[in-house]
């Protein structure tokens, strides 16, 4: 079963529930749009989108909920900030889980290396290196965080 798949089999089980389910429903729903945006942006609306490019769409929406919710806090909206968080939790059972700090810290010493990036001004050369091997496995936050502690040390 593909990605796009399971998320129309879990959109059908949410709207069966009834008003228990309305928050997972709205926020599948809003992932199935973005899937289809994607796909008709990338002119793949025959073809689809593969299970690592609806990721790549699911892990983009989870930012933009961090980001509002955050947002929300700062402005004194709590309530908005909580359904922004719930839409959030919805989303990150489609995501593999992230791999710990050690392991970024390790990729992110290697890509380091390679990139033979020297102080903070390489940050940029050697994040092309990284991402690509971290993408989907961690968020671009623990990844710079983790690079700019390692850049600080050189």
Known sequence: MTLKDKISEDIKTALKSGAEGAIRLSTLRMVSAA???????????????????????????????????????????????KKEESELLVLKEYLPPEISDED??????????????????????????????LKGKASGDRVSVALKNELQKE
């Open 35 to 81: 899937v289809s945006n994607k796909a008709i942006e990338l002119r793949k609306k025959d073809l689809g989108l593969s299970d690592r490019e609806i990721l790549d769409v699911i892990s983009s929406e989870l930012k933009k909920r961090k980001d509002a919710a955050e947002e929300f806090r700062k402005g004194g909206r709590e309530d908005l900030a």
């Open 104 to 133: 970024i810290v390790r990729i992110v010493r290697d890509g380091v290396r390679e990139s033979g990036a020297s102080g903070e001004k390489d940050f940029g050369k050697a994040m092309k290196i990284i991402m690509p091997t």
